[in-house]
């Protein structure tokens, strides 16, 4: 339509009027324009709150044994006496009916520890809910029984750090962790027999940003030592070693090339690993054997 017959029907010239849908002619009936369906959020604006007009609740997530789909009875300051503690009898029973079985109650407080553990570590959110869904899987496959929920916790974050490839080690893990690393051991094991885990060997080159970052190194040694580590996997020469151990004497190695005051002590501490881990990686790769790794040490 042009502007002139913007407001006249194309069938009988009759006049048009507009609401929130369509529009139509006023005397034959003819739908002349329809709005499309907005299958987006809704918005509305409230007395009490103009700072947030969204009302569409919070997303789906499986780190909530009830996928946040419960509903939570909230705190009013405008309630007094009489009212007030009824109100308060009403959310405290709510959150009893919220948990109907054990295993649900072992679920919360599971996906209460991996939340822990996720904040703790700073590991992104991604990692949360796949840890709380692997722990769902393991629970499911009746492999709790006789084992430690906070063990289990850990290992599927542990795990799932593996699978993800995020650079966490058992030792970070453990260290926040309430589990010891026998229960982690232990639920790990059963976790990788029975459900197929698809973790293969750690790549050394996932630890040397943090460790970079950790030991305030420039982006040029990082660089190099990523290098160094690419050459270390090609030769096969990282086979059955400790990966953070690598990563660590891949960065002294470039450190030290590049003139860095970086010891084999400080580049140990950050992968909790020995210096002399550090060293026979770095005599492989400056291609002096283990021959003289071993007189270093005597």
């Known amino acids: 339509m042009t ?41 509305r604006s409230f007395e009490d ?48 009916t919220k948990i109907r079985s054990k295993a649900e109650r072992n ?7 991996i939340r822990r553990l996720v904040g703790a570590l700073d590991l992104p959110e991604h990692v949360q809910e796949q840890a709380c869904a692997l722990f769902e899987s393991a629970q499911k496959a009746n492999l709790l029984q006789g084992r430690s929920i906070e063990g289990f916790a850990a290992a599927v974050v542990y795990a799932t750090c593996r699978t993800a490839s995020v650079s966490r080690t058992v030792t970070e893990i453990t260290t926040a962790a309430k589990a010891s690393r026998d229960e982690l051991d232990a639920a790990y094991d059963a976790m990788n027999r029975d459900l197929g885990l698809p973790t293969g060997p750690i790549d050394p080159r996932e630890f040397l940003a943090r460790f970079a970052s950790k030991l305030d190194l420039p982006t040029e040694i990082e660089q190099m030592g ?25 960065l002294y190695t470039a450190a030290k090339r590049a003139g860095h005051g970086l010891t084999q002590r400080e580049a140990a501490d950050v992968a909790d690993v020995t210096p002399v881990t550090v060293r026979q990686t770095y005599y492989n790769l400056e291609g002096k054997g283990d021959s003289q790794a071993i007189a270093c040490q005597q």
């Open 3 to 43: 502007a002139a017959t913007a407001n006249v029907c194309p069938e009988c010239d009759g006049s048009l009027r507009s609401d929130d849908c369509e529009t139509v002619c006023t005397q034959c009936g003819l739908v002349v324009d329809e709005h499309a369906i907005d299958p987006g959020p809704e918005w």
């Open 49 to 96: 709150d103009d700072t947030n007009p969204e009302r569409t609740g919070a997303p789906l997530t499986r780190s909530r044994h009830d996928r946040g789909l419960s509903t939570e009875i909230g705190h009013s300051t405008r309630l007094k006496g009489r009212k007030r503690r009824r109100v308060a009898r009403m959310r405290r029973q709510h959150k009893r």
């Open 107 to 113: 679920r919360v407080y599971a996906f209460t520890e």
């Open 226 to 250: 990523r290098k160094l580590a690419t050459e270390l996997r090609e030769r096969g020469l990282d086979a059955g070693r400790n990966p953070g151990g690598v990563a660590a004497a891949c």
